[in-house]
């Protein structure tokens, strides 16, 4: 962007935002008296707006004699250091960095608190809702153990991983849940839960195949039987039911889900814009340790 000679060009310094106007036809004498009083009255001010023997060009630092021929210079290579969001020009990249950091206007979003920055507005926001910056706070109802998300809770008890709830499995909590969903926030009254089954599965040195152990049901391929019966383990195949069992609480929303905790993630992401993220940790509780029915989650206001 190419400013016109009558543009706003926005400044920065350690405090504060400052408008100069530039107007083409001004002598180097008027501009460098303009520049030498606005120094002496803000003696704080960053040390490339003061008064100086040369002057660079915030782009290419290129160096001038007088300051309007550095403006000049700038103006005819379009060389104003530009925020990558809004339409301000600045006098150096320093400056516009600056501006970028404290509005947030960087094109791929920055995370002043880490130094990062991410590409896309989805991984900042899940990297602002990761034990990063929310900490561990949502604790298992049984060990006690802490998670950063509801959705590591569930996968937590799902899996059967709590050694002090073995007997909690995915299977379980699907029909408890299924129970106490008398409206069928997320639950599907098609499905029997009676129909639902555990599936207890050790594979064996019979599901090699000559290359590598296949899994019997979704045919992925593991180098070691260990990392297939990992697999086995972790809840993907522990049910015979051959469709998803949850399905998203916005009924304008149609993705449905095998597992709780996936279900819960797809809401943390807020991809559907049903509930904030806070809103389903304040939530979770009720889905483990009440025996009352399950009553959605109260969107925040």
Known sequence: ??????????????????????????????????????????????????????????????????????????????????????????????????????????????????????HGQNAYKMHLNSKYHRGKAVPCPFCQAKFTTASGLSHHLERSACHLAKS?????????IHRRDTKRLITDEDIDPSTVVEIE???????WNNRAFECYFCHREFKTLNRLNQHLHSGIHSHNHPGELYHCMNFNCPRTFDALGALFAHLESESCAFVKFLTVQRNVEQFFTSNRRIRGFVPEV
């Open 168 to 176: 909690v499995t995915k299977v379980g909590i699907y029909k408890t």
């Open 201 to 207: 599965t050790i594979a064996t040195e019979a599901a």
């Open 1 to 118: 962007m190419r400013p016109s000679p009558s543009t706003i060009l926005h400044f920065t310094c350690t405090e504060r935002v400052e408008d100069w106007q530039f107007v083409s036809g001004l002598v180097d004498t008027a501009i460098d008296r303009s520049w030498t009083s606005r120094s002496r009255s803000s003696q704080n001010q960053d040390p490339t707006m003061r008064l100086s023997e040369d002057y660079e060009c915030g782009t290419c630092e290129k160096r001038f004699a007088t300051r309007i021929a550095s403006v000049q210079h700038m103006n005819s290579k379009q060389h104003w250091p530009e925020c990558e969001t809004c339409d301000k020009c600045f006098y150096t990249q320093a400056s516009a960095e600056q501006h970028m950091k404290e509005v947030n206007h960087f094109k791929n979003p920055f995370c002043d608190h880490c130094n990062r920055f991410f």
